[in-house]
Nanobody
Framework: QVQLVESGGGSVQAGGSLTLSCAASGHIFSKHCMGWFRQAPGKEREGVAVFYSDGSTSYEDSVKGRFTISQDNAKNTLYLLMNSLKPEDTAIYYC???????????????????WGKGTLVTISS
């Protein structure tokens, strides 16, 4: 089993920045997909960014150029640096991990086997 715990959420004004962290523990697989997802009030969950085992990344179009996903293998921690935040970024942000590497469907949540409980990000205008 893999346990994922998110932190770093909060309330900031539009244009500000936040960095989310996801601490992973348990059976961390050597080649696995890690990612960030979010769910805004009244909306379906959507993928934000995923991190492949080779270090490559993929982003949802609305966050490209503003968000950066990264991973510290030594600390088993996944990060999401969010810049130029907009009110429409308001959501609960979830960390997720898969037992296998990312693929084209990963941003849709496919293959993500483990999920954290989420951290709330609120952006005011």
């Amino acid at each position: 089993q893999v346990q994922l715990v998110e932190s770093g959420g909060g309330s900031v004004q539009a244009g500000g920045s936040l960095t989310l962290s996801c601490a992973a523990s348990g059976h961390i697989f050597s080649k696995h997909c890690m990612g960030w997802f979010r769910q805004a009030p009244g909306k379906e969950r959507e993928g934000v960014a995923v991190f492949y085992s080779d270090g490559s990344t993929s982003y949802e179009d609305s966050v490209k150029g503003r968000f950066t996903i990264s991973q510290d293998n030594a600390k088993n921690t996944l990060y999401l640096l969010m810049n130029s935040l907009k009110p429409e970024d308001t959501a609960i942000y979830y960390c997720a991990a898969g037992r296998y590497d990312c693929y084209s469907g990963s941003l849709n949540g496919y293959g993500m086997d483990y999920w954290g409980k989420g951290t709330l990000v609120t952006i005011s205008s």
